[in-house]
């Protein structure tokens, strides 16, 4: 990669996708001017617009373009006139599946200043690592019988040694620069193959970690215990389903979904990542420019660091966590009245005082 230019492609999408993203890419441009380093900007209408002009939400030739680039920065999909199926698999997961993005990381943290809906959440700083191209989202099953009034729908999960095995190594190696501490949360009392599967497998893969603590703990178990005692957890591995549902839930202990960032990454791979907010298109508040961009910021920082410039991400995160210090920067969702424009002026402001 040449280190002074950054090849960015923007998939904004739909609904507050593109409030997010036009809220975040000043902010990622000015953090890496001071590095020296140039924004190079591949802007995509990718999304349900596209699907209701084209038939498709993508183009067939989309991997090949991102593999272009060095990174995405995706906003989100989702209209209310478009089957969600269609744009989430045209777009989201087609994209993770065919680009091979092994892992999703997702980064719950507190910030002081930021409230949330649970109590004693200060501190909280967690990763999930959610396996991201197969389990129940892997697209396997059918309908049958379909319009007889007897439907049938089918849906296979799927969970494969190899893929464990790699989502397993990723989550070890984080756990290890970080507490050395590392549950995998499964569901193997109740479902007796896939799980028990997943057990197994980390369990072998566990023995090349000896300084990583690993403990196997049940989904069920793992919903309370988020919210009863969240500082007792670190790094998080899980299948694509369960992995999916509690980071929303971990959102919540960090001030809810306009806080939660997302990574789509294929370690050690050449292919760029897709960086996101964990939130969809939020249909209810788009178009009135109150969406809370942080998830948005967040997902850039985490760019950022994949990309090489871990001095920019800083840069981004401590200008935001400044910014939110002051209820003034707070959107709708944080109990405040700022725009989402006024919270990305802020941290623009922040960055030049924290330099
Ligand atoms: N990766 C994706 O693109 C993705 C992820 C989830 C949902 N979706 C799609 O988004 C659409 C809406 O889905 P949903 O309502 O279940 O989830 P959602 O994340 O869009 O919204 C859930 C709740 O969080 C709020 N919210 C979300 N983002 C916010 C932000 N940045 N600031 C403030 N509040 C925010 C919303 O107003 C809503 O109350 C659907 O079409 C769904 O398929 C897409």
Redesign the pocket.
């Known amino acids: 990669m040449d280190r002074q230019t950054l090849r960015l492609a923007l998939i904004p999408?739909d609904?507050?996708g593109p409030e997010?993203v036009a809220a975040t890419v000043p902010v990622l441009e000015a953090a890496l001017t001071v590095q020296g380093v140039a924004l190079d900007l591949l802007e995509l209408d990718w999304g349900g617009e596209r699907f209701l002009r084209d038939g498709a939400a993508m183009p067939v030739d989309a991997a090949d373009i991102v593999r272009g680039t060095d990174a995405v920065l995706f906003g989100?999909?989702?209209?209310p006139d478009v089957p969600?199926h269609e744009l989430?698999w045209g777009l989201?997961i087609g994209l993770r599946q065919q680009l091979d993005l092994a892992v999703n990381i997702r980064p719950v943290r507190s910030f002081p200043g930021v409230p949330t809906q649970v109590r004693d959440t200060d501190g909280v700083d967690l990763l999930i690592v959610r396996e991201n191209t197969e389990g129940e989202y892997v697209g396997a099953g059918g309908l049958a019988h379909a319009g007889t009034g007897a439907d049938v729908g089918i849906e296979v999960a799927v969970h494969s040694r190899p893929v464990i095995e790699r989502a397993a190594h990723h989550a070890f190696r984080l756990a290890r620069q970080r507490s050395g501490r590392l549950a995998l949360v499964t569901k193997s009392n109740a479902m007796r193959h896939g799980y028990p599967l997943w057990d197994r497998t980390v369990r072998e893969v566990a023995e090349q970690y000896d300084d990583v603590e690993l403990e196997v703990v049940l989904v069920d178990a793992m919903a309370a215990r988020m919210i009863q005692s969240p500082r007792s957890l670190d790094v998080l591995l899980a299948g694509n389903l369960f992995g999916d549902i509690l980071s929303d839930l971990a959102a919540v202990l960090a001030g809810?979904?306009?806080m939660a960032p997302s990574a789509n990454i294929r370690p050690g791979g050449d292919v760029p990542g897709i960086f996101?907010?964990v939130?969809?298109?939020?249909?209810?508040?788009a178009g009135r420019g109150v969406?809370?961009p942080a998830?948005c910021l967040l997902s850039g920082a985490l760019l950022l660091e994949d990309t090489g410039h871990a001095a920019a991400a800083a840069a981004v995160r401590d200008a935001l966590a400044a910014a939110l210090l002051d209820p003034a920067h707070h959107?709708p969702?944080l109990g405040g009245v700022a725009t989402t424009a006024d919270v990305s002026a802020a941290v623009l402001e922040e960055m030049e005082n924290l330099r």
């Open positions: 999408g609904g507050v997010v989100a999909v989702g209209r969600d989430v989201i809810g979904m306009g996101e907010p939130h969809g298109s939020a249909p209810a508040i969406a809370n998830a959107t969702d």
